[in-house]
């Protein structure tokens, strides 16, 4: 399976899809307060989809058990979290390893493909709680609360989390003995 997406274009497509889904929420919102000028009957008698419920709503992705995020899709993750701070391109070693992020100001990022996230990560600057973990736990501490790693390396480890329908992994990076960095993915991609 490849993905030849030329992402800078799906970025800027995304992005104006998404400011789009917002503008039009906002329109909608206001033509009910009647205070919108909607520029035709249809507009102004069109209502949004209702969202599903979700119990992520109004919160920010670093604030959810990461393997919960696994699969979501660009609707229910602008739904839930609103829109990112930041949209932006990473660069794999080949074109099928690319991704487009979503990063959001707490210091989380969902990483996409083919509309779903596939990885979830928490940077240094996290304050929050992931996996009953926080940043600068040390190796002894992440080991006590996650178990045994099923692989150590000289700065990361990987633990094997509980499966949903797929493999999920997670892994933890260190430095001088800390933890700095945590991702969780499904382990199948």
Known sequence: MTRLLKLPIFAVILTAALSMQSLFAQNASSAAEGTGTPTSSSARNASPPAAPASAHQGTLPGAHPPGALLGLTLEQATTDFGAPAEVFPVRGKEAWQDDVVYYYSDHSYLFWFRNRVWQVRVDRRFKGTILGLQMGDTRQQVE??????????????????????????????????????????????
């Not at 045994?148 to 949903?164: A, N």
């Not at 992994?169 to 800390?178: Q, V």
């Open 144 to 189: 006590k609360v996650l178990g045994t790693p099923f692989h150590v390396g000289q700065r990361s480890e990987i633990f094997i989390l509980p499966d949903r329908g797929f493999p999920v992994r997670a892994r933890l990076f260190f430095t001088d003995g800390k933890m700095s960095d945590l991702y969780v993915y499904r382990g199948d991609f």
